[in-house]
């Protein structure tokens, strides 16, 4: 069975539950849809989710990760191709489109591809044909496309590097996933479910729960890695615990990494620049406004966007730091990092 439709969706919060209301409408119907979230927020298991509640449920559903492949091998891999259209190609290939025929085609990194593969994907949305590299027959395809991105598409396709016609196609629906951080009710019942699966593969036939400290940690961290970071803290917490059947766990390691003996990259310490005032008259409150957004976006960068760092960094609390982002509209910016997801 499909690895996608083997995995569970969890979580009961106000704003998960519309997700998943949202995709049981836009499933019905035969249209392209994009799935739009932060790394790790699930949109792999979202796109599953519409293709076997579709009416297509029965047939392939195909996956490809866009950004895995150079643009040529993409394209062969999209469309296929004939024998001797390149060296090495000693036979026909039949590309993820043909195998997804009649079924669902998942794009996962969509925002990776280049202008000709996405003028190809194009066409097969308008017309439903394909060609095969190095082949002159026109292929007739039946594929429903869900395209995936953590990028800003509208704004790429502003600045010319993603096709606005293939944008509005794609994006008869889109689907915004919630990062972890704006579905606080679902943390622990996710935490829970994760804990238990890695008892069970410990060979441990209970789980013997989370401390109110443990708890407290995990709901007020800022899951820069969403549900696959959560997924990857309560395993190795569980994997570390001595007795997660019998006594509940406390200790919580976010960082992996963490060591007295961990190698340090020596960075230059960048001073904070003097605060340039204008040589003409200006909007005092505005200025000052800048000022902060600068500030605030230096101290991300110099804490590798990691949230409850920069608010140590600052002198702030975590919950005042977040205050500043909603107020400045920089909660996107904070969201990613640069650790492994």
Partial sequence: MDNAREQQLIGESRVFLDVLDHVSRVAQLNRPVLVIGERGTGKELIAARIHYLSPRWDRPFVKLNCAALAESLLETELFGHEAGSFTGANRRRLGRFE?????????DELASTSGRVQEKILRVIEY???ERVGGTETIETDVRIIGATNEDLPALAEAGRFRADLLDRLAFDVITLPPLRERQDDILPMAEHFAV????????????????QAVTRLVDHPWPGNVRELKNVVERAVYSSEEADQEPIDAIDFDPFESPWRPKTSRPETPPPAVATPDRPYDFKEHVQQVEIDLLN?????????QKKTAEYL?????????YLRKYDLTEAASTTDDSA
């Fill in 99 to 107: 195998l997804a025929h009649q079924g669902s085609l998942f794009l």
């Fill in 128 to 130: 439903g044909e394909l």
């Fill in 197 to 212: 699966k890695m008892c069970g593969e410990l060979g441990l036939e209970v789980f013997a729960g989370f401390t109110d």
């Fill in 298 to 306: 230096q101290a991300l960068e110099q804490c590798r966007f990691n």
């Fill in 315 to 323: 002198s702030l609390t975590y919950h005042q730091l977040r205050g």
